[in-house]
């Protein structure tokens, strides 16, 4: 069970004065779209710990994680890039998810190689980050976030770097370890493609505020506000864009 | 987590003991003395013009010849040795200062190299060594290669795009000079002066040795003398906060001019320049980078082949001079460990005030303060803490720990620069994810910042370690017969002018300091690609 509420959230950064309401129903995909330095990437750490809300509470499942250290949410969180440890080969970037100092038993060697296996990795343990793509280095991070088993993933932008075909792909691979596992996902991206592909709903954040939350293709379809249509531009929803 | 500040805290701390030590014993004694008279004495007077006049010159001769060996090498991307020269370049820095000073004697002495071609042309021999003239050969020696090797980022800075647009434009080497290398330079160069004119300003060992007596005496010579031969505390505590007030009053006053410009590294493409293909260039920057590789490496070579000719049986022989080895190994691995450390957990601090609660300032300022000691010279505190404890404890009998002690404090602006900017960027890289996989504390150490920092840790210990072995200038304060360290003995030697013994005694303490270096940077650091 884990519904994600933040409530009246408040952070400052620098001159900006953040304020975030938004409910994320247990097992949906939610995508987030926005201006850059609208608040995206400050929002999704905020849920998963990084940053600390100045007042107001965020609860994920029900319970209260406002004051918690991030690796006791019960959250994973991928990021643009550096999401492995260059120095450490596959297996233990991916060992790191199930004890942060890599004592692993064999069972939990076992669960590693699994992962691995579920995001189509499997054979490529003793690698390291230099020597995969930039594709099989997210399913790497796709992996540990499979055997940290926790039921909320936030996604900021981690497929931005990739090309169209290949983020296809890996929104794919989301949506079926989503269905699999029945994750909450938070879906950051810049690409209005995206969020009409993955995601049931769509919030659209502007200035440090969740302006705008609702279904995917009524909002990108309607664009009603003044900001999300000047964010929008020209941007039409074409055919090949459709949900299935 | 109030944790990650405790380790700078406690660097501070060390810096506060023995740099607040230090002023506690000097403000304690000043109160006795007669300030007034002391600054309108002849003698100190003198001693001030001196110090500023010699260290004014040495700038503009280390760094003036630094901007066209810098340019030379900026432009010849492709001359035959070029990374060899820059390694050359980079040895002064470590080098034992009394190694380099017996070098440039040999060199440029009475029978020197120089004076011998002089002779060859019909030039009357003479002795101009020991006064002004060595001061200053000394110092370009030390602070040449170091400028060119602070100024030498100012072309990497330079995008492709500029040259491509300069010789699209057909600039000249005299335009390109002035509209884009110049306008750079200028932003550079008060910082890099600065920095050499500070290392004159405070220069011990070279004026020491080549001053030629109390008519070219700068302050830290007067220091010493005042402590070691006329016993004279009150003077030394005089010169000491002339010293400081000195250097406080330079140090604000660069401020002003000194901009901190982001050199960001560009792709180098020295081919594209407009003026590479030029005869007159190519024989005027191989003329500039022959003389500056003759420069550096006809004293070190001196030095070298002196030693190897000299009594090295007897010298080996001496029991003194392992015993000196030993003492001198001592205090620079203590030193060392003790800059490391101590830089160390001043920077794990400063990263987490700058990523983590957002004080990039405080952080700043943790990093400004570890450099403290360009201000306060080594024999500042050395003569403030000789103050505060001669009273209470037998200085001389604690005299290695002080040196440690100095010395480390010495290292740190070293380590700071050195094992900074990987730190931080391990921070910026890793610290979220550290954070959502919990891992922290010891698992964080050995699995993320030891894999990642062990190549600058390494350097930075072998850089502070190097640069206390090879150190005379507090030792000169407190070294006794039992205490004598290696650059002590050499010392000893020179002014006893068993010059042949002091031939032997540089290239060991020569060998023992790079040996150091090496034996640490890759013990430590480890080898292998990363």
């Known amino acids: 069970m884990a519904r994600v509420e933040l409530d009246a959230v408040a952070f400052r950064y620098e001159d900006m004065q953040m304020r ?27 849920i998963a710990g990084f940053e600390h809300a100045g007042s107001g509470s965020i609860r994920i499942g029900g319970q209260d994680v406002t004051s918690l250290h991030p690796s006791v949410r019960p959250v994973t969180m991928l990021f643009q890039d550096h999401n492995l440890f260059a120095h450490l080969d596959v297996a233990a970037n991916v060992g790191l998810g199930v004890h942060p100092g890599l004592k692993l038993t064999t069972a939990d060697r076992a669960r590693v190689a699994s992962a691995l ?68 996902v938070l879906l950051v991206s810049h690409q209005p493609e995206d969020a009409l592909y993955a995601a049931t709903r769509t919030a659209f954040v502007h200035a440090g505020h969740v302006l705008q939350v609702g279904a995917t293709r009524d909002l990108l379809d309607g664009a009603a506000g003044t900001e999300l249509r000047a964010y929008l531009g020209e941007f039409q929803i074409r055919e090949s864009g459709r949900l299935d | 987590m109030i944790r990650r500040l405790v380790p700078g805290t406690l660097t501070l701390l060390l810096l506060g003991l023995v740099i607040g030590g230090a002023f506690a014993g000097l403000v304690r004694a000043a109160g006795t003395v007669d300030y007034g008279g002391f600054l309108q004495s002849p003698y100190a007077r003198r001693v001030v013009t001196f110090t500023i006049w010699q260290a004014l010159l040495s700038t503009l001769l280390s760094v003036g010849p630094a901007v066209l060996v810098a340019r030379a090498l900026a432009r010849r991307a492709a001359f035959p040795g070029r990374a060899l020269l820059l390694r050359l370049f980079g040895l002064p820095l470590v080098l034992p200062t009394l190694v380099g000073i017996l070098g440039v004697v040999a060199i440029y002495g009475q029978a020197g190299l120089f004076n011998r071609l002089l002779a060859g042309l019909g030039v009357e021999p003479h002795q101009f060594l020991y006064s002004l003239p060595g ?94 031969f006329e016993f004279d505390l009150g003077k030394a505590v005089q010169f000491a906060l002339l010293q400081v007030a000195i250097c406080g009053i330079l140090v604000a006053a660069g401020q002003r001019f000194v901009s901190d410009v982001p050199l960001t590294p560009a792709m180098q493409r020295p081919q594209d320049r407009p003026d590479v293909a030029g005869w007159g260039g190519r024989i005027v920057d191989t003329a500039v980078l022959l003389a500056a590789a003759a420069f550096v490496l006809l004293p070190l070579a001196a030095v070298l082949r002196h030693g190897l000719a000299g009594p090295i049986h007897a010298v080996i022989a001496d029991r003194a001079l392992w015993l000196a080895v030993a003492r001198s190994l001592a205090v620079a691995v203590a030193a060392g460990l003790l800059a490391t450390a101590a830089g160390w957990g001043l920077l794990l601090t400063s990263r987490e005030l700058r990523l983590r609660r957002y004080r990039p300032r405080a952080a700043a300022t943790m990093e400004t303060v570890a450099s403290l000691v360009l201000v306060v010279s080594p024999l ?108 002590l003995l050499l010392y000893q030697r020179m002014a006893a002018y068993q010059l042949d013994a002091a031939a032997v005694t540089a290239v060991v303490l020569a060998v023992l300091c790079f040996g150091l270096f090496a034996v640490i940077e890759r013990g430590v650091g480890g080898h292998g690609p990363r």
């Open chain 1, 20 to 46: 975030f309401d938004l409910q994320v129903e247990d097992g949906e995909c939610l995508a987030v779209i926005g201006p850059s330095g609208a608040g995206k990437s400050t929002l999704l750490a905020l």
């Open chain 2, 135 to 228: 001061i200053l050969i000394a110092h370009a020696f030390f602070n040449l290669p170091l400028a060119t090797r602070l100024l030498l980022p100012v072309w990497g800075a330079i995008p492709g795009e500029t040259w491509r647009l300069a010789t699209q434009l057909g600039m000249r080497s005299r335009h390109v000079f002035r509209l884009i290398e110049w306008p750079l330079l200028r932003q550079v160069l008060p910082g890099v002066g600065g920095i050499v004119f500070m290392l004159c300003f405070t220069s011990f060992a070279v004026v020491l040795t080549l001053g030629g007596g109390p008519a070219n005496s700068t302050i830290e010579v007067a220091l010493y003398q005042a402590v070691r």
């Open chain 2, 380 to 487: 500042v505190i050395g003569t403030g803490l000789f103050a505060l404890l001669s009273p209470v404890a037998d200085v001389f009998a604690i005299g290695l720990v002080l040196v440690v002690a100095i010395n480390a404090i010495m290292g740190l602006p070293y380590v700071v620069r050195t094992l900074g900017p990987p730190l931080m960027r391990v921070g910026e890289q890793h610290d979220r994810l550290c954070a959502s996989l919990g891992i922290a504390g010891w698992n964080r150490l050995r699995l993320v910042e030891w894999p990642l920092l062990r190549r600058p840790i390494g350097t930075a210990f072998a850089l502070t370690a190097a640069l206390a072995v090879g150190d005379l200038g507090v030792i000169a304060l407190f070294g006794t017969q039992g205490t004598t360290t290696l650059p």
């Open chain 1, 117 to 184: 296996e579920q995001v189509g990795l499997s054979g490529l343990t003793e690698r390291l980050p230099s020597q995969l793509s930039g594709g099989e280095r997210q399913r790497v991070a796709l992996a540990r976030s499979l055997v940290r088993d926790r039921p909320v993933l936030l996604l900021d932008e981690p497929f931005g770097a990739l090309g169209p075909a290949l983020r296809r792909e890996m929104l794919d691979l989301v949506r079926a370890l989503q269905a699999a596992r029945k994750l909450t």
